[in-house]
């Protein structure tokens, strides 16, 4: 025990906890002014940035599998194609499909927007979200605003 005698530890802890406590008490001292480029660590600033770090680990673990869930955009592709092409896929498109000969243009082109809109729901539905429109772009917004909301769950410096 580095030449320490058990007699000798609780007089030694005594010293390190009055040492701790006069520098914490220093620290809150608010008469004290270091200047504005100084943060002193306290007790109110570390809960705060406790809180910070708590949310923004949350924030990204939810991320992580939130991303970790979504398919390739190979199997995307895989289940987009075996979903158009299943009965209930071919249904829905002839359902789509069918219009009547004499259909004004622009009728057609709203059956038309509202049938893909249809199938763009059948889709997510049966496949989830399109893996492309997730990509560096989307990651880094994400991850901006899990870094905002972390900041303001830790709120303003005492």
């Known amino acids: 025990m580095l030449g320490l005698r058990p007699g000798r530890l609780i007089p030694l802890a005594v010293f390190i906890a009055a040492a701790v406590a006069q520098t914490s008490a220093e620290a809150q001292d608010p008469a004290v002014n270091y200047g504005p480029d ?8 570390l809960t705060a940035l406790e809180r910070g770090l708590r949310t923004e680990i949350a924030l990204r673990e939810a991320l992580r599998k939130e991303l970790a869930a ?17 009965p209930e896929g071919m249904s829905l498109y002839q359902s789509i499909m069918t219009v009547p000969d004499n259909i004004a243009p622009d009728a057609w082109r709203r059956q038309m ?28 917004a994400r991850l901006r605003e ?4 972390a900041a303001d769950a830790a709120g303003p410096i005492p």
């Open 146 to 149: 899990i870094e905002r909301r």
């Open 70 to 86: 979504m398919k390739t955009p190979e199997q995307y592709e895989q289940c987009k194609l075996a979903t158009v092409t299943s």
């Open 113 to 140: 927007t509202k049938g893909g809109k249809v199938i763009e729901a059948f889709l997510l539905k049966k496949c989830g979200a399109d893996p492309v429109a997730f990509g560096d772009s989307y990651r880094q």
């Open 38 to 45: 100084v943060l002193v660590i306290s007790t109110p600033v």
